[in-house]
């Protein structure tokens, strides 16, 4: 039997991983003009934190989680998020001395027992950014005006925000009481999975996707009718903050997000592409206390992250990973006959790769005929053949592949002939 990968997890191939690195750098390009400093944090924490921070009702605790133990018995997860351990590691670094807000995003890979389909994945990817100090509706709309021209700068418009408030430890408990009680009376109606988060959390109804749930959640009470004063104060001034700055969104009172850590704001960016269930580009909102959970000292947060494999999907419109996998194409291949003109080629292709030019040798082709084809399949732009002639006259002959036209220049030309040929042909590969 063959080994291959893990179900859930993928290759990411040459062909399909360039798409990748310009979404990283554009969002490294455009964070910064945010503020945003870069964190890296343990793909492995200790199992606790997302226990407590997650919540251990949530589905992602509850039987999504990698963990293990490790050889002294202590229990270890690997990250199903990204959110806890930056501020488990703003906390452990003092992160909050510097300055009162401190801004930090992270791209890396999650992990998340679910059962793989399109755009859901055992190990995914993503890009996140969190805001800690700050309790400001002002800086919650900041972040959607970034995400709103990262998204549109990758040329991706058919997108739609979803916002909504989930209340705070003041008015979220009374509406929670309500809602149970409601689904109480409507229990035989619901799901086997309603039934039991009638009792354990009743808000991730709200979230049910299946059909028979759906009449019955229809008619349930609405959250934004029973936030308490500063709640809606701050989710209006959020609200007003998205309007001036020319951000749509749409008020969704349904929107419970499957973290419990999240108060107030929360928001999703979704696309119908994604399909009818998996719709969810990027999740985000304020997790006020999340610090505090988790031993720290009081501290306002608030986030989001996106995921890379449903953007890759949506820019590619691919459903697959991986693209063929082509060689990339030199700027000048160089051709030898024997050890001594290999050894000259090998110092050649030194100086011309010192100069930012892309050369190319084959080891392993025999025959000159051999090189060559080699050279035409990989579509280089130049070849040029180093024989006893060469060495003796210096004179080297370059050869144009696209039309074979052929030139004589000195050892010392070639690197200033490849840079001026470039203009012509685009840059280097
Ligand atoms: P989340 O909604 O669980 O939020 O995940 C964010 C995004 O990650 C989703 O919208 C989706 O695009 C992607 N994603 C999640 N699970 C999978 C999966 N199994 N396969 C592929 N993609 C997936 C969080 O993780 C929060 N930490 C976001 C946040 C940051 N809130 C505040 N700050």
Redesign the pocket.
Known sequence: MNVQSIRGTHDILPGSVELWQTIEQNARELFRLYGYAEIRTPVLEETELFARSIGVETDIVQKEMYTLEDSKGKSITLRP???APVVRSYIEHNLYANSQVTKLFYLGPMF?H?RPQK???RQ?H?I?A?VLGSDNPAVEAEVLHMLDRFLRGLGLSDFRLLVNSVGCQVCRPGYVALLREALRGRASELCAECQRRTETNPLRVLDCKTPECQPIINQLPSILDHLCQECRVHFDRFLEYLALQGIASETTPRLV???DYYLRTTF?IISDRLGPTQN??????R?DGLSELIGGPPTKGF?????M??FVLLLSGRSELQAPYKAPAPELFLGYMGEPELQAALALAAGLRASGIFAYIDFEARSIKAQMRQANRMESKFTCVIGENELTTGAFHIKRMADGRQETVSKEEIVPYILKARETYGSAG
């Open positions: 998020e990204g959110t998340r679910e755009g859901r994945y995914f993503q996140g969190e997000r499957g973290l999703e969810a580009l990027l999740g985000g909102g997790y986030g989001f992250a996106l995921g494999e449903r």
